[in-house]
C-alpha cells in the first residue's frame, strides 16, 4: 500500500506543479488520486487523470454517495420499495449509477478471469480469484461471482469518498490554521528532512503531524453517524431495551463534540492529544473515526 501511495503523491504533484502557482479547484484531482491508490491494489491498474471513463466512475460514485436518501434507506431499509414507485431524491438515478458501477467492475473482473495466473498475481481479484479456486467445495459457498463484483465496489467506493473527503478536511483546516501548518513542516523538516517522502515507519517519530490527522478525522467527522447495525439479541443498556433485530446507529457525531472529553470541540486544535512532553495523552484514544468493534474499519 505505502508503495502504490507514493507511487501516486509523485503523480499528483506533477499536477500540481503544471499549475505553475495558479488557482487550482484539487478537489476532482485529491479523488483521482485517492481512487487511483485502491484502484492500484483492487484492480492492478491506475488510470490517468484526464481518462474520461475514470472522471465519469468518480462522479457517478460521488453522486450516488451524495444521495440524501442514501442513510434513510440504510436506517430504514423498507423505504427502498418507495424508490420503485417514486423517483424521490432522485433515487432512480442512483440505482441506475450502482448497476452502471456493477457492470463496470464486472468487466473488469472478466478480464482478470481471462488473463489469470496463480503464480503472478496482481491485484486483490487475482487474490480473490486464488482462493475461489483452491477451497474445497464445501466452502465454496462463499466465493462467486457476484460476491467478488459486491466486495470490489464496497471497496472502491468505501475507500475513495472517506479518504478524499479526509484529505479536503486537512487542507481546509491547514489553510485556516497556518501556525498548525508551521509546526507540522517544522517537525517532518526536523524529522523526515526534504529530500524523499515521509514513510509509514516515522510515523513514531511525528506525533505531532499524526494529532493533526485525528484532529481532522474528529472535527472533520467524515461518517457522522458510521454505518447501521442490527442487534443480534436483545440488549439492556443504560436501562433501555434494544430489542434484536432492531437498527443501531452509531452517534459519531455526539462522541466528538463531548466536551468533557474535547473542550471548545468545536475549535480545531491538535495539540489537544499531546501532552506537556509531546507525547500522546488518553485523549486521541476517544477520537474513533473507523468505529469500533467486529465491524471497524481496519484498513
Ligand atoms: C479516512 C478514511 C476512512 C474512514 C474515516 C472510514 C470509516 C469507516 C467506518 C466508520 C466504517 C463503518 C464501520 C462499521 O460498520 O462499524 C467503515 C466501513 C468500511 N470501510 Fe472505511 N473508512 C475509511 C477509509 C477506508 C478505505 C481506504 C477503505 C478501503 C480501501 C475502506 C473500506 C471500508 C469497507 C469495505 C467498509 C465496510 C463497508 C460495508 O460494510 O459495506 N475504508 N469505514
Known amino acids: 500500500m505505502e508503495s502504490k501511495i507514493l507511487e501516486e503523491v509523485a503523480f499528483f504533484m506533477e499536477v500540481l506543479e503544471s499549475k505553475k502557482g495558479r488557482p487550482?479547484?484539487?478537489?476532482?484531482n485529491i479523488r483521482e488520486a485517492v481512487s487511483n491508490?485502491?484502484?492500484?491494489?483492487?484492480?492492478?491498474?491506475?488510470?490517468?487523470?484526464?481518462?474520461?471513463?475514470?472522471?465519469?466512475?468518480?462522479?457517478?460514485?460521488?453522486?450516488f454517495l451524495s444521495n440524501p436518501f442514501l442513510p434513510m434507506v440504510n436506517w430504514i431499509p423498507?423505504?427502498?420499495?418507495?424508490?420503485?414507485?417514486?423517483?424521490?431524491?432522485?433515487?432512480?438515478?442512483?440505482?441506475?449509477?450502482?448497476?452502471?458501477?456493477?457492470?463496470?467492475?464486472?468487466?473488469?473482473?472478466?478480464?482478470?478471469?481471462?488473463?489469470?495466473?496463480?503464480?503472478?498475481?496482481?491485484?486483490?481479484?487475482?487474490?480473490?480469484?486464488?482462493?475461489?479456486?483452491?477451497?474445497?467445495?464445501?466452502?465454496?459457498?462463499?466465493?462467486s461471482e457476484d460476491n467478488l463484483e459486491g466486495v470490489v465496489l464496497d471497496l472502491f467506493a468505501a475507500g475513495?469518498?472517506?479518504?478524499?473527503?479526509?484529505?479536503?478536511?486537512?487542507?481546509?483546516?491547514?489553510?485556516?490554521?497556518?501556525?498548525?501548518?508551521?509546526?507540522?513542516?517544522?517537525?517532518?523538516?526536523?524529522?523526515?528532512?526534504?529530500?524523499?517522502?515521509?514513510?509509514?515507519?516515522d510515523r513514531t517519530n511525528l506525533p505531532y503531524c499524526e494529532s493533526v490527522i485525528t484532529e481532522t478525522l474528529r472535527l472533520g467527522n467524515i461518517i457522522p453517524f458510521s454505518l447501521p447495525h442490527t442487534a443480534t439479541e436483545d440488549y439492556v443498556i443504560n436501562n433501555y431495551r434494544i430489542p434484536k433485530g432492531s437498527i443501531v446507529v452509531p452517534n459519531m457525531n455526539a462522541t466528538f463534540h463531548d466536551e468533557n472529553m474535547f473542550l471548545d470541540s468545536n475549535n480545531f486544535d491538535p495539540s489537544r492529544y499531546l501532552d506537556e512532553n509531546g507525547k500522546f495523552n488518553e485523549r486521541r484514544e476517544n477520537v474513533m473515526p473507523f468505529s469500533l468493534g467486529m465491524f471497524l474499519c481496519d484498513i
Open 24 to 28: 487550482v479547484n484539487i478537489e476532482i
Open 160 to 201: 475513495t469518498d472517506t479518504t478524499s473527503s479526509g484529505i479536503l478536511w486537512a487542507i481546509i483546516f491547514l489553510v485556516n490554521n497556518p501556525d498548525v501548518q508551521q509546526e507540522m513542516r517544522n517537525e517532518l523538516t526536523e524529522n523526515v528532512g526534504s529530500n524523499r517522502q515521509p514513510l509509514l515507519t
Open 78 to 143: 423498507y423505504l427502498h420499495y418507495v424508490s420503485y414507485i417514486y423517483d424521490v431524491f432522485g433515487t432512480q438515478k442512483c440505482i441506475n449509477i450502482v448497476k452502471d458501477l456493477k457492470v463496470q467492475m464486472a468487466n473488469i473482473i472478466e478480464e482478470h478471469k481471462r488473463t489469470f495466473d496463480e503464480d503472478d498475481l496482481r491485484d486483490f481479484i487475482d487474490a480473490y480469484l486464488l482462493e475461489w479456486q483452491n477451497h474445497t467445495r464445501e466452502n465454496k459457498i462463499q466465493f
Open 37 to 63: 491508490v485502491i484502484c492500484s491494489i483492487v484492480f492492478g491498474k491506475r488510470f490517468n487523470y484526464d481518462d474520461k471513463v475514470f472522471q465519469k466512475l468518480i462522479k457517478d460514485l460521488e453522486e
